[in-house]
């Protein structure tokens, strides 16, 4: 199993949909973990952290279940904008030491008009 | 505050060329690693460095050496370019070191780096 797992889409969908994206994790002992955005032949740059349930920002939910070992990205009302790569970031590393990142592959997403 | 700054942004090797990928932060960071990143497998870590004098290996460190001499400064060697290599190269810094626990720190990224070897 991979150590950080995400569908990698494309998801498309319309404007002001609600769109929810998946990210499985191996690392049980793992207690913080991210969603960066990437941009089309741009660098990932940090959406949101999750450290404890859940974590909410305006449009965006990320939340954490830990007995199944998966984070969650939910999008409300997407904008054309939203267009991007979303990363599902997670602390890992030899012996669970969590001294480096392991990025998911990442989840396309399409906003369409 | 010009973050972390990388060159070249595109470079051309031949099989076999050795290069040097810069990466300087402005930041005073303590953390610094690359990354390739390569169509389908998002990005991969290949070295890290958690203070000046202190490097490790990450997931895919073979046919690239570091060095970390000054806090700001963290370039990555390709002694021999193999086409393998060909790929975009990021650089990325965080305040403290990564943690598996809340108050691990953001990582920024440099603008990357495209590396093609014919």
């Known amino acids: 199993r991979k150590e950080v797992e995400q569908d990698p889409g494309p998801f498309n969908v319309p404007e002001g949909a609600t769109v929810a994206f998946n990210c499985t994790y191996s690392?049980?002992?793992?207690?913080?973990f991210f969603w960066y955005r990437q941009d089309c032949r741009k660098e990932p740059k940090l959406l949101m952290s999750?450290?404890?349930s859940g974590n909410e920002d305006g449009r965006f939910t990320a939340q954490l279940n830990r007995a199944s070992q998966y984070i969650s990205l939910l999008i409300r009302d997407s904008k054309l904008s939203d267009s991007a790569t979303y990363l599902c970031?997670?602390?890992?590393?030899?012996?669970?030491?969590?001294?480096?990142?392991?990025f998911g592959g990442g989840t396309r997403l399409m906003v369409k008009p | 505050n010009a973050g972390v700054t990388q060159t070249p942004k595109f470079q051309v090797l031949k099989t076999g060329q050795s290069m040097t990928l810069q990466c300087a932060q402005d930041?005073?960071?303590?953390?610094m690693s690359w990354y390739r990143q390569d169509p389908g497998m998002g990005l991969r870590l290949i070295h890290y460095?958690?203070?000046?004098?202190?490097?490790d290996q990450g997931e895919v460190p073979n046919g690239y050496n570091v060095s970390r001499s000054t806090t700001e400064d963290f370039p990555l060697r390709l002694l021999s370019a193999a086409p393998s290599q060909t790929s975009v190269y990021f650089c990325?810094?965080?305040?403290?070191?990564?943690?598996?626990?809340?108050?691990?720190?953001?990582?920024?990224f440099g603008a990357g780096s495209r590396l093609t070897v014919l």
């Open positions: 930041m005073n960071h303590e953390y």
């Open positions: 690392n049980s002992a793992s207690q913080s």
């Open positions: 970031v997670v602390p890992s590393g030899p012996n669970n030491a969590g001294n480096m990142l392991t």
């Open positions: 999750v450290y404890s």
């Open positions: 460095s958690v203070g000046a004098g202190i490097t």
């Open positions: 990325a810094s965080s305040e403290r070191g990564v943690s598996l626990f809340a108050g691990a720190n953001v990582l920024t």
